[in-house]
Every structure is written in C-alpha cells, then in structure tokens.
C-alpha cells in the first residue's frame, strides 16, 4: 500500500529555496510516476512536476519551469522537489501524488493520479 508523506514546507522570504521532500511510508516499491501538485487558498489545486520511475525527462508546469526541479530516489522511496527562486504566487499547499502510468498528455491532470499524501504548507513572504 502507498502511503504518501510530504515535508519541508514553512515560511521563507521571497528569492528564497526550499526542498519539499515525499516519502511512501508504506515502502510500497512500485514503480509509479510521481508529481507534485498545489493548491493556493480559493484557488483550484494545480500541476507542477512529475517525474517517471526511471527519473529521466522530468515534466514542468510553465510557471516553475527554470526555478524547481523534480527528482526522486527509488532505493529509498522518496522524491524531491527543489524550488528555488521562491515567489509570494508560489504560496500553496503542495501535495505530491503516485501515478501508474506516465504521458505527457495526462500527467499534469490530477485524475490521473491513484494516490495522494495530506500535503505541506508552503508560504512565500514578500
């Protein structure tokens, strides 16, 4: 069973770095795609990274595309999200999620996704 555990999130000024980590805690070991998706407050929750199990050709909403990276360790279960260059709009709840299947047509669609961790708050001072 996929358990998902996001962490890292907190307060930080804008220009500033942080490195969300998600965790299967239920150490699952199946080889799903990964993204990483947010919600800002009375906003719709939407798209920002996803990676393949094989960790090659990562895939950018337009917004932080240059500014975070997606990246994973599969010995280890987790998955990373590096955000640099932080802006105040960067502020939301950021949940990570495991797909089965990965194209590029549907993987920023939250549909696709068959689990979800409780998500890590995010906020960006100006």
């Known amino acids: 069973q996929v358990q998902l555990v996001e962490s890292g999130g907190r307060l930080v000024q804008a220009g500033g770095s942080l490195r969300l980590t998600c965790a299967d805690a239920?150490?699952?070991?199946?080889?799903?795609?990964m993204g990483w998706f947010r919600q800002a407050p009375e906003k719709e929750r939407e798209f920002v990274a996803a990676?393949?199990?094989?960790?090659?050709?990562?895939y950018y909403a337009d917004s932080v595309k240059g500014r975070f990276a997606i990246s994973r360790n599969n010995a280890e279960n987790t998955v990373y999200l590096q955000m640099n260059g932080l802006k105040p709009e960067d502020t939301a709840v950021y949940y990570c999620?495991?797909?089965?299947?990965?194209?590029?047509?549907?993987?920023?669609?939250?549909?696709?996704?068959?689990?979800w961790g409780q998500g890590t708050q995010v906020a960006v001072s100006s």
């Open positions: 239920g150490r699952a070991r199946t080889s799903y795609a």
């Open positions: 990676i393949r199990w094989g960790g090659y050709r990562p």
């Open positions: 999620a495991a797909a089965s299947t990965f194209t590029i047509a549907t993987i920023m669609h939250d549909h696709e996704y068959d689990y």
